[in-house]
T-cell receptor, first 113, second 115 residues
Framework: QKEVEQDPGPLSVPEGAIVSLNCTYSNSAFQYFMWYRQYSRKGPELLMYTYSSGNKEDGRFTAQVDKSSKYISLFIRDSQPSDSATYLCAMSATAGANSKLTFGKGITLSVRP | NAGVTQTPKFQVLKTGQSMTLQCAQDMNHNSMYWYRQDPGMGLRLIYYSASEGTTDKGEVPNGYNVSRLNKREFSLRLESAAPSQTSVYFC??????????????FGAGSRLTVL
């Protein structure tokens, strides 16, 4: 079992839809959880991060962590064509520069106008 | 404020040739990283440098060498390129948030093809 599993997609939704992107993980030591967004032919950029369990909201985006189920989600409300990108989850067990980040493989989202 | 700058953006090599990918950051970050991204494989860490003067192997270091030239610059060298090294290479640097998460800032990537 891979440490981090992410639905491979791709995912296509109409504009205005609510999108749910998910990752599962096997390492119970993970406590830092991040979502990166990567536009085509660009580098990933941090979208949101959370520490331990709970929810975090930023505009149309909500990150949710359920450590008991080893499951994290990113919700996008009122999705826009500009949200079309690849979304990667990432997580680590420790803090600091030496912490090893484990990435999911990414899911490509397309929002149709 | 440029962030993380990688050169070259594109490169085609023949098997056995050598080359160096350059990376520079202007955010005064201590830590720098090299990743490769392949279809179906996600991002995999090649090497990292937690601070100036130190380098460590990541998940897939074979066939690569790195140099942390100074705080700003971190280069990746392929001594004898192989077709398996065809990939998109990303350099990143990191700050530490108040919660301690290792937040990475990535460059735009370098697309390497080895024939």
């Amino acid at each position: 079992q891979k440490e981090v599993e992410q639905d491979p997609g791709p995912l296509s939704v109409p504009e205005g839809a609510i999108v749910s992107l998910n990752c599962t993980y096997s390492n119970s030591a993970f406590q830092y959880f991040m979502w990166y967004r990567q536009y085509s032919r660009k580098g990933p950029e941090l979208l949101m991060y959370t520490y331990s369990s709970g929810n975090k909201e930023d505009g149309r985006f909500t990150a949710q962590v359920d450590k008991s189920s080893k499951y994290i989600s990113l919700f996008i409300r009122d999705s826009q064509p500009s949200d079309s990108a690849t979304y990667l989850c990432a997580m680590s067990a420790t803090a600091g520069a030496n912490s090893k980040l484990t990435f999911g493989k990414g899911i490509t989202l397309s929002v149709r106008p | 404020n440029a962030g993380v700058t990688q050169t070259p953006k594109f490169q085609v090599l023949k098997t056995g040739q050598s080359m160096t990918l350059q990376c520079a950051q202007d955010m005064n970050h201590n830590s720098m990283y090299w990743y490769r991204q392949d279809p179906g494989m996600g991002l995999r860490l090649i090497y990292y440098s937690a601070s100036e003067g130190t380098t460590d192997k990541g998940e897939v270091p074979n066939g690569y060498n790195v140099s942390r030239l100074n705080k700003r610059e971190f280069s990746l060298r392929l001594e004898s390129a192989a077709p398996s090294q065809t990939s998109v290479y990303f350099c990143a640097s990191s700050r530490h948030s108040g919660s301690g998460a290792n937040v990475l800032t990535f460059g735009a990537g370098s697309r390497l093809t080895v024939l």
